[in-house]
């Protein structure tokens, strides 16, 4: 096997592996989920490029490889409101499922360069006619995504802002294997926009996490000193007597795992 054949083997494991961690795929086959892979494009674009804007013709399911997506969308005073700061795993674009559908947000790219997975509208209506058992899934799944966006307002009504910001903090952590030391993937002002806070409140959470956790921030650096900690102190567990693993806890997709829900909304 030559080298860019092997290369591509890997990439195409790699993705498989991405696309079962995402809620939207992760009952469908592994056949169904090559299927869509074989449809896919993988493309790179540059910081600050625009994937689409509001009112772009919906035509792709977007899944994020690396790098981080805003999703905001523009209020009547003209003030940006961020919904979603997408990273590795998330998706975006559902509304291209339903033939005609405009987007009701844009989505640019920040902090550095991004790679997404991008699917066809038409190849997901293709299979969806051809196996209504797939478009069954993908409904059931879309439902879930309902349910997570009311978990993630409970989440905000229910913790403090150094909650939301270790439950942040943590997720980061966790999607690059559990280190202590992690650099903030955009500036303060993103961050505070992606958890619904003022600059100055983001300010004060970090004060208190430095007092409460013995945590250090340094420009975008954040030290964490004790993981377990962190997550006793966003008072998120997990659902099993013996907690699962980083692996376990980054695929699990139980719905009334703590765990869980905030890995897949923050």
Not at 12 to 32: C, G, M, R, T
Not at 53 to 80: C, F, P, T
Not at 104 to 110: D, F
């Amino acid at each position: 096997m030559g080298f860019e054949a092997e290369k591509n083997m890997f990439k195409n494991v790699d993705n498989l592996i991405l696309l079962k961690s995402v809620p939207l795929f992760a009952e469908l086959k592994d056949e169904d989920v090559n299927w869509f892979l074989q449809r896919a494009k993988t493309i790179e674009y540059f910081k600050n490029n625009f994937l689409f804007q509001h009112g772009d013709s919906a035509e792709h399911l977007y899944v994020m490889i690396e790098g981080w997506v805003k999703i905001y969308r523009d209020n009547m005073e003209g003030e940006q409101i961020v919904q979603l700061i997408a990273t590795r795993g998330d998706t975006f674009g559902e509304e291209c499922v339903v033939e005609g559908r405009n987007h009701s947000c844009s989505a640019q790219i920040v902090g550095r360069n991004a790679k997404c997975l991008m699917i066809p509208a038409k190849a997901l209506r293709e299979r969806f006619v051809d196996q209504p058992v797939v478009a069954l899934q993908i409904i059931s799944a879309l439902a879930d995504q309902l349910n997570r966006t009311s978990y993630y307002l409970e989440l905000h009504s229910k913790l403090t802002s150094a909650q939301r910001l270790a439950a942040f903090l943590l997720k980061l952590s966790m999607d690059r294997g559990g280190v202590k030391t992690i650099l903030l993937p955009y500036n303060k002002l993103l961050v505070a926009g992606r958890l619904e806070m003022q600059p100055e409140t983001l300010s004060r959470a970090m004060r208190r996490l430095k007092d409460d956790l013995g945590m250090s921030f340094k420009g975008r650096e954040v030290t964490i000193k004790s993981l377990g900690l962190l997550q006793q102190y966003c008072e998120i567990y997990c659902c099993r007597d013996s907690e699962c693993s980083r692996n376990e806890k980054l695929l699990c997709n139980e719905a009334a795992c703590d765990v869980s829900r905030m890995l897949k909304m923050m």
